[in-house]
């Protein structure tokens, strides 16, 4: 309840709701009515009531500005100047008598214990010792209560005549509880020493020089008061012995005003955080932004907090969450947490790449390189400051628990099923999936970028699903460490939207592949590109080093062209690069032969530019890829017991050879059918393949596979004749050649034909069955 002046009413616009959001008559006008004023009807007893009632009001608000300062300045803020000199003034005029009465008794046990100890001749000698606790006491006590009134007076006082008087008054009785202040300035050095000399001396009877002792403890008794060092003790005994109830009793409960930081603070707020589950009645966030001088143990506090509430998290993709809420600060340990939410996302991120993989090959080295990255990010953090380097510690040593589970759990599972490491459809990763490097092909990249006058630019031609961008994208391991490739997708629109868009793509894979390079300017035409590329060849030769760059499905340069995207003179720019720039290789990789390019003179432009194509697997390769698929995986390259391989049994009797035969070795479609056999294997729980998971496999990949064949058989059959001619081999296996020459010659470069005995056959039989039954 809110105390106002008795001649305000709830309708005044400077009333300020009741403290308890109460709004009936009772609760407002809570001061005591004069006497002079009783209103006619009103008994003594009715009015010796609401006096009660006004006092206690009083007594309660006395006590809350001491505890809440803040609080009663919010509640007080909407009322006038008049009204708060009023309040304050009662409310000191309230507490008065109970200060006049407790400076009487403590001045009358002052004086008492000064003539007990002038008269020996009653035997009832007091020694020094004994006068010093008895006077201390008094003193630290009239001290106390003087502190407590000052302070009130202090807040709620304004420049006003009422004001000065509450002033002298308080100084009067502030000056009555240390009667010999008088001389305390004048003989402060001299009553030191003399304290010093007694508390050092033996003989307890000498009399100490009083009336500088008696000031001069008084005063650091007030000094106790104003800043709550007589909670300590209460703090020490709630820190010695905890109890279910200690966050009710703790001083920073109730009072807003503890100047000194309480020493281990942090111990308690996380032990009421674990009882309460974060429903504390003060919680951490409000001693940070209200409690200066606690908010360095409430800081440490929620480090703690957040450590041990990682530590018991069951999904550690969610840790990065958790960390986020971490403090940051400039000084101590506030100025390392950035580097636990570093290491915290690291696992984080490496958790959520776990979770999304279902094949045991990928999951069992990925859970193994969790923990070892859980392993290195508990050393690395063991030299941060406390609470830091304990805490997360422990956390990490819970997340290595989790961690070893996960990788347990996928090792169990790799040996109860067959290891799915086959993919069809994407660029593959040698790292985590079946991978056959094309030596053929590589070698004759390494032959053209390291010849020594450097390489008059490459063709990597292929047709669909050959694996050509499996193959560039694997070129880094592979070729010499002095080669750096960067790999330009003229299918991502940060490349082909606009020429400059182009020239930024390429600049500024340049620059992370070359980090000593300089970026370009911002809105770059083909002059800055030119030069920029000069720059970088005098880079590399200065260097030793070659850059090649490959543009992977460079057909869209010559559709960007045709749309008006890309200037023709794209083309003479990078001409004149081949010829100029000998330690930079362009590389064009695609499905379309030069010839096959409309919208520009490629032919002419490119006409030094070697051509390498991607051929189709030959049986060593299917073989490889079918029996160690990850042999040249960089993860297991030194651990050759542990990657998956499969016995030649396993595929079933003449499988492999089979499996080549279905597919022509089609890079594609090897990996489709390996991944369906391990499908089923892995759904019927069996050993090894036989001939009726063979042939299930392969009505798999006529459905999975679908896509596919319709853009091989029939998209690209754009010539007039080529689609009905490749469907009649529904019903025929073999049908003479097209009297068309050019249909004939497109069957051929597109690889879909074969001559036998004088007549053209499908070179993929899997093909033909999909024509049969889906085509």
């Known amino acids: 309840m809110f105390l106002v002046p008795h001649h305000t009413t709830p309708s005044e616009a400077e009333v300020p709701p009741s403290f308890d959001n109460q709004s009936s008559d009772e609760d407002v006008n809570l001061f005591p009515l004069p006497l002079h004023r009783l209103s006619e009807g009103t008994t003594f007893r009715e009015y010796a009531a609401a006096l009660l009632r006004r006092h206690a009001s009083a007594m309660f608000w006395l006590l809350l500005h001491y505890f809440r300062p803040e609080e009663c300045a919010r509640e007080v803020q909407n009322l006038g100047a008049y009204y708060k000199e009023r309040i304050g003034y009662l409310i000191w005029l309230h507490a008065l008598p109970y200060l006049l009465g407790l400076l009487a008794l403590f ?25 010093l606790i008895i006077e201390g006491t008094i003193a630290c006590a009239v001290s106390l209560v003087t502190g407590i009134a000052l302070r009130v007076y202090i807040g709620l006082r304004s420049r006003s005549p009422l004001a000065v008087v509450t002033s002298v008054t308080v100084g009067i009785v502030f000056a009555t509880c240390d009667g010999g202040a008088i001389w305390f300035s004048r003989d402060i050095v001299r009553g030191i020493a003399t304290q010093l000399a007694f508390a050092l001396s033996r003989d307890f009877t000498w009399r100490p020089d009083w009336e500088v002792f008696i000031p001069f403890v008084s005063g650091f008794a007030f000094l106790i008061g104003f800043l709550r060092i007589y909670y300590y003790p209460i703090h020490l005994v709630l820190l010695l012995l905890p109890s279910r109830y200690s966050r009710f009793l703790h001083p920073i409960v109730w009072d807003d005003c503890c100047v000194l930081p309480f020493f281990r603070l942090s111990q308690l707020l996380v032990e009421w955080e674990q009882r309460s589950q974060g429903r504390d009645l003060r919680t951490i966030d409000e001693l940070i932004t209200n409690y200066p001088s606690q908010r360095h143990q409430a800081l440490r506090a929620q480090v703690i907090i957040i450590a041990r509430r990682s530590a018991r998290v069951l999904d550690l993709s969610t840790l990065d969450e958790i960390v986020a809420t971490l403090p940051q600060g400039t000084k101590g340990y506030l100025n390392e947490t950035q580097k636990i939410r570093d290491g915290v996302i690291t696992i984080a991120t490496m958790q959520a790449r776990l979770d999304t993989m279902d094949r045991t090959a990928l999951r069992e080295p990925t859970a193994m390189l969790l923990c070892t990255e859980i392993d290195n990010f508990s050393l690395r953090i063991g030299g941060l400051q406390e609470p830091l380097a304990t805490e997360f510690r422990r956390a990490a040593k819970a997340w290595g628990e989790i961690a070893a589970k996960q990788h347990m759990q996928a090792t169990q599972a790799g040996h109860k099923s067959t290891v799915q490491v086959f993919r069809a459809g994407d660029p593959i990763q040698r790292e985590y999936e079946a991978f056959v490097p094309r030596h053929s092909v590589l070698g004759q990249l390494e032959q053209q970028i390291l010849m020594s006058r450097g390489c008059p630019g490459i063709v990597l031609y292929g047709r669909r699903r050959m694996g050509k961008t499996t193959t560039i994208k694997n070129l880094g391991g592979f070729l010499p460490a002095t080669v750096i490739p960067i790999i330009i997708s003229m299918q991502n629109p940060a490349s082909f939207i606009s020429l400059e868009s182009f020239i930024l793509s390429v600049t500024q894979q340049t620059h992370e592949a070359l980090p000593e390079s300089i970026l370009i300017v911002d809105h770059p035409g083909l002059p800055e590109f030119y030069e920029y590329l000069c720059k970088i ?34 083309l003479d720019t990078i001409r004149q690069s081949v010829q100029e720039h000998r330690s930079i290789t362009w590389l064009f990789a695609g499905s379309h032969g030069i010839a096959e390019l409309k919208h520009a003179a490629w032919t002419s432009y490119l006409v030094s530019a070697r051509t390498v194509e991607v051929p189709l697997f030959s049986l060593p390769e299917t073989t490889l890829l079918l029996t160690d698929p990850l042999k040249h995986s960089s993860i297991r390259l030194n651990d050759s017991t542990q990657r998956p391989k499969f016995f030649k049994g396993f595929w079933g009797r003449e499988g492999i050879e089979r499996i080549h035969e279905e597919t022509a070795g089609w890079p594609h479609l090897v990996q489709l059918v390996a991944e369906c056999i391990v499908d089923i294997v892995n759904e019927e729980s069996v050993e090894a393949v036989d001939e009726r998971i063979f042939e299930d496999a392969l009505e798999r990949c006529l459905v999975r596979g679908h896509n596919v064949f319709h853009e091989l058989l029939y998209s690209e059959s754009t010539m007039v004749g080529e689609w009905d001619y490749l469907s009649r081999f529904r019903k025929r296996e073999t049908q003479p050649e097209p009297p068309n020459k050019e249909l004939s010659d497109s069957l051929r470069r597109r690889l879909l034909v074969r001559v036998e005995d004088g007549m053209l056959k499908l070179r993929v039989p899997l093909m033909r069955r999909w024509l049969i039954n889906r085509g």
């Not at 001045?107 to 020694?127: C, E, K, T």
Request: avoid cysteine; glycine fraction near 6%.
């Open 107 to 131: 001045v009358a046990l002052d004086s008492y214990v000064v003539r007990l100890h002038q008269r020996p001749a009653l035997g009832l000698q007091v020694n020094a010792f004994t006068f």
């Open 537 to 570: 060849d005098a880079l590399l030769r200065d260097s030793g080093k070659r850059l090649l760059v490959a543009l992977d499905e460079y057909e869209l340069i010559d559709k960007n062209i045709g749309e008006g995207i890309f200037p023709p003179r794209l």
